[in-house]
């Protein structure tokens, strides 16, 4: 059965951190590319960080420098590490597994950015 869990969103202040996880169970873990992608009330879905099997990885601009995605195969479990947060990065955040044919999503954890 496929299970998507994700932990970590939360209130935080401008200017701290929170570390997103996110194990996946259900499927071959290893041979997926995993991202996280976020939704702003209002906005579209839009791409943060990827890391594909092989541990390359990708980052939207506007996390460069602020944002570091890394995944534990052998836990199954994909982690985003965010740091100098902004309020504009208040927004649910969502655990994505993608490889060609097929793709999922985990349900969503809330982070936000305010004072």
């Known amino acids: 059965q496929l299970q998507f869990v994700e932990s970590g969103g939360g209130l935080v202040q401008p200017g701290g951190s929170l570390r997103l996880s996110c194990v996946v169970s259900?499927?071959?873990?290893?041979?997926?590319?995993m991202g996280w992608y976020r939704q702003a009330p209002g906005k579209q879905r839009e791409l943060v960080a990827t890391?594909?099997?092989?541990?390359?990885?990708n980052y939207a601009d506007f996390v460069k420098g602020r944002f570091t995605i890394s995944r534990d195969n052998a836990k199954n479990t994909v982690y985003l590490e965010m740091n100098s947060l902004k309020p504009e990065d208040t927004a649910v955040y969502y655990c994505?597994?993608?490889?060609?044919?097929?793709?999922?999503w985990g349900q969503g954890t809330q982070v936000t950015v305010s004072s």
């Open positions: 890391a594909t099997s092989g541990s390359s990885t």
């Open positions: 994505n597994a993608r490889q060609v044919g097929s793709e999922f």
């Open positions: 259900g499927l071959f873990f290893r041979f997926y590319t």
